[in-house]
């Protein structure tokens, strides 16, 4: 069983290296932005959440949750070449889903104080 699971992190980081040097994307720092920064992501979110039910400005947690929320795709898009059109759409979708799902939260949870 374990040479199974080394069989697949063999083949799947060779893949994954394959395809940064295809795209010129470093793979270590796309992980980085991606996994990396996502407790920064939850933690801004939590902040700017907590900010609107204290009747506060949110806009700089909300700032912050954005950009790192859209790290790792802004740096595919900048750093990377020869990336297919379909890839960029796909970045669009993700990233517009995620900062309409943001915006809701900050919202859903403003309507609750109200009440």
Request: charged share 10%; net charge negative.
């Amino acid at each position: 069983m374990l040479d199974k699971i080394e069989e697949f992190w063999f083949l799947f980081s060779n893949w994954i290296t394959e395809l940064g040097i295809a795209y010129d994307v470093d793979p270590y720092i796309f992980a980085f932005f991606y996994i990396g920064l996502a407790p920064v992501v939850w933690i801004s979110a939590a902040l700017s959440i907590k900010a609107v039910k204290m009747g506060k400005s949110a806009s700089f947690p909300i700032t912050i949750c954005t950009v790192t929320f859209l790290s790792p795709y802004l740096y595919v898009m900048f750093a990377g070449d020869n990336i297919p059109a379909w890839a960029y759409l796909l970045i669009v979708a993700v990233s517009t889903y995620g900062l309409l799902n943001i915006w809701q939260n900050v919202r859903i949870n403003r309507e609750n104080i109200s009440v």
